[in-house]
Antibody, heavy 118, light 108 residues
Framework: QVQLVQSGAEVKKPGSSVKVSCKAS????????ISWVRQAPGQGLEWMGR????????NYAQKFQGRVTITADKSTSTAYMEVSSLRSEDTAVYYC???????????WGQGTLVTVSS | DIQMTQSPSSLSASVGDRVTISCRAS??????LNWYQHKPGKAPKLLIY???SLQSGVPSRFSGSGSGTDFTLTISSLQPEDFATYYC??????????FGQGTRLEIK
């Protein structure tokens, strides 16, 4: 059974950065694709990007290109998502999810609340 | 990017009702359409993938249909635990995948 466990809630100042982790267990991490999705307060789900650990390839939604970096450490079966130059609009719950056939997200982390406030 | 539009945005229904939620894509996406259920404080849950395939462990009262640009999620007999927000997601264009704006299903 695949399980994704994310790091805890963060409070950050505008202009700073945050790095959220997503540790996987079950299955073979290097063969996964890990997606990152966020939900701002009162808003819907928003796809941010993905990484294919075995290929070390990440791609990003255009909105986040240049400000979001997704990485993975195969040795610890952990994916990371870093957002830089934080602003209040980045306050959201951030989810990691495994992406499998049909690019469906079949397993999700529990979510990490990132609050950006001065 | 492919735009996904759900209707209605919100819906009130009673336990036992049959409910239908629609999702329209801005261009043909074949059957690359997934449905998720999302409850407050919980992670989204995959219900349906490839337009009509039921994810393992999901009750059979959930079903999906459609292809091309028009899709439907049907709950045949609402249960108390089904009150949540539902999202469609297109995965035809994997870069980026895009979600509908959500349909909030509330108790009447």
């Amino acid at each position: 059974q695949v399980q994704l466990v994310q790091s805890g809630a963060e409070v950050k100042k505008p202009g700073s950065s945050v790095k959220v982790s997503c540790k996987a267990s079950g299955g073979t991490f290097s063969t996964y694709t890990i997606s990152w999705v966020r939900q701002a307060p009162g808003q819907g789900l928003e796809w941010m990007g993905r990484i294919i650990p075995i290929l070390r390839i990440a791609n990003y939604a255009q909105k986040f290109q240049g400000r979001v970096t997704i990485t993975a450490d195969k040795s610890t079966s952990t994916a990371y998502m870093e957002v830089s130059s934080l602003r209040s609009e980045d306050t959201a719950v951030y989810y990691c999810a495994r992406e499998s056939g049909y690019h469906k997200n079949d397993y999700w982390g529990q979510g990490t609340l990132v609050t950006v406030s001065s | 990017d492919i735009q996904m539009t759900q209707s209605p945005s919100s819906l009130s229904a009673s336990v036992g009702d049959r409910v239908t939620i629609s999702c329209r894509a801005s261009q043909s996406i074949s059957s690359y359409l997934n449905w998720y259920q999302h409850k407050p404080g919980k992670a989204p849950k995959l219900l349906i993938y490839a337009a009509s395939s039921l994810q393992s462990g999901v009750p059979s009262r959930f079903s999906g249909s459609g292809s091309g640009t028009d899709f439907t999620l049907t709950i045949s007999s609402l249960q108390p635990e089904d009150f949540a927000t539902y999202y469609c997601q297109q995965s035809y264009s994997s870069f980026p995948v895009t979600f509908g704006q959500g349909t909030r299903l509330e108790i009447k």
